[in-house]
């Protein structure tokens, strides 16, 4: 995508490349065992996240007016594309990380009361460690409920009601990103048990020591290990009345959050294939194999040219997708589920490939091969599975017929 880019990106870019390669890679060559630490506070050292800080990207999102680093909208989602292939190209999981702190934060520009983001801004631009965590799956529900069919039976298990001054938030959420360490949650929750999701449903903020919140695990995930998924438990969890960010219409107003995110999502998962087609790209033209380096077996060039074709056409659609959401163009919703299916298929595809190429050294933990394979893996069901992204797409393209209620009339 060079030809497309501003200077400013180009120079964004190539930090963040700079970042990847000189920071990134090396830690997690030399430290390959440190994403297997039972102590999950323990896995990603202090010392990346102020990196990260220093290059500029963990607090992008934020607006200028509270310290941050303000993006042109025009092409805000692009340059949130384009930095998170480069961090995931290093480790898919402190690209997660960082970016729960992008697409949060412009939820909250969108929708939190001034004083609010004073200070949540505030916290996340002076304290390198923070980070926010969007609290939607729940033990009973997940990405199932965005078919949507909108019905009361498929709404939030989660509960919040209004007591006086303040909220009162009950239930469980499970596997949220960067769950285990966040220290602000946006918690979504039921507020009107006879309506559907899309009119029952409210956001909240909730700090980490709000009273009644507690983290309940930390999730053992097989990929993208250095973010620490979590769940999250609301017993009477009590927060203040003007910490709600949108009172029973929350699923309509997060498309900020949504839409940005597939294409987070899937600039994620192509930084995890441009890494595996990097360095396999260099070993089968340093590999003596059968008397010859592997690339001149041509069984090895035309899985390596494979790769190369599965790449740009994951990239090609991210970019078309990226203008769509910057157009707000009316096929925005259904090319963001597309462009979130077709990388993660195609990406686990090129790492296949990485791993077949590296033959039995591709399997070995301190090779870092495998560790792509299974980040890659992750990508199929993160941020909604690709199944029920199909059903999302049809619903978008078939409005009358798919996107009707499958179950009784009545």
């Not at 990207?57 to 200028?64: A, H, M, V």
């Not at 507690?214 to 009590?238: Q, S």
């Not at 999302?392 to 009358?400: C, D, N, T």
Request: hydrophobic residues 40%; charged residues 25%; proline residues 5%.
């Amino acid at each position: 995508m060079t030809y497309q880019l501003s200077e400013e990106q180009r120079m964004m870019r190539d930090s963040c490349r700079a970042f990847a390669d000189e920071v990134i890679t090396p830690f997690v060559r030399d430290n390959w065992q440190r994403e297997w630490d039972m102590n999950a506070g323990a896995r990603l050292p202090p010392e990346i996240l102020e990196a990260a800080d220093k290059v500029g990207i963990r607090t992008l999102g934020i607006p200028e007016e509270f310290g941050g680093m303000e993006l042109d909208p025009k092409t805000e989602v692009q340059t949130f594309a384009i930095i998170a292939e480069e961090i995931a190209r290093g480790d898919c999981g402190l690209a997660d990380k960082l970016v729960q702190n992008w697409k949060i934060s412009v939820l909250l520009r969108h929708l939190a009361p001034r004083h609010l983001q004073e200070y949540w801004f505030g916290r996340l631009i002076n304290e390198p460690q923070m980070l926010f965590a969007h609290c939607l799956t729940e033990p009973r529900g997940a990405s199932d409920r965005w078919l949507p069919y909108n019905v009361p039976e498929a709404a939030m298990q989660t509960r919040a009601e209004r007591r006086g001054g303040e909220w009162v938030i009950n239930g469980r959420k499970q596997f949220i990103s960067n769950g285990y360490d966040a220290g602000l949650y946006v918690v979504y929750a039921n507020t009107n048990p006879k309506a559907g999701i899309l009119q029952g449903t409210s956001s909240f903020m909730v700090p980490r020591d709000a009273p009644g919140l507690t983290v309940a695990r930390c999730n053992e995930t097989m990929g993208g290990r250095f973010m620490n998924n979590g769940e999250i438990v609301f017993e009477d969890c009590r927060i203040p009345a003007d910490h709600i960010l949108a009172e029973n219409d929350a699923m309509q107003k997060a498309g900020v959050y949504f839409h940005p995110g597939k294409i987070i999502q899937a600039a994620k998962n192509l930084g995890v294939g441009v890494a595996a087609y990097e360095r396999t790209a260099d070993y089968v033209q340093n590999y003596v194999q059968g008397g010859r380096i592997l690339i001149k077996h041509q069984a090895v060039a035309w899985r390596l040219a494979d790769m190369a074709i599965r790449i740009e056409a994951v990239r090609s659609l991210l970019a078309r997708t990226a203008q769509a959401v910057s157009d707000k163009a009316p096929d925005a919703d259904p090319l963001c589920n597309m462009t979130k299916v077709f990388a993660s298929e195609e990406i686990l595809k090129v790492c296949q490939h990485a791993m077949e190429l590296h033959g039995g050294n591709g399997a070995m933990l301190e090779v870092g091969i495998e560790k792509l394979f299974r980040d890659a893996a992750i990508f199929l069901h993160s941020d909604s599975t690709a199944d029920i992204s199909r059903f999302k797409i049809v619903k978008a393209l078939f409005p009358e017929t798919a996107g009707k209620y499958a179950g009784p009339e009545n």
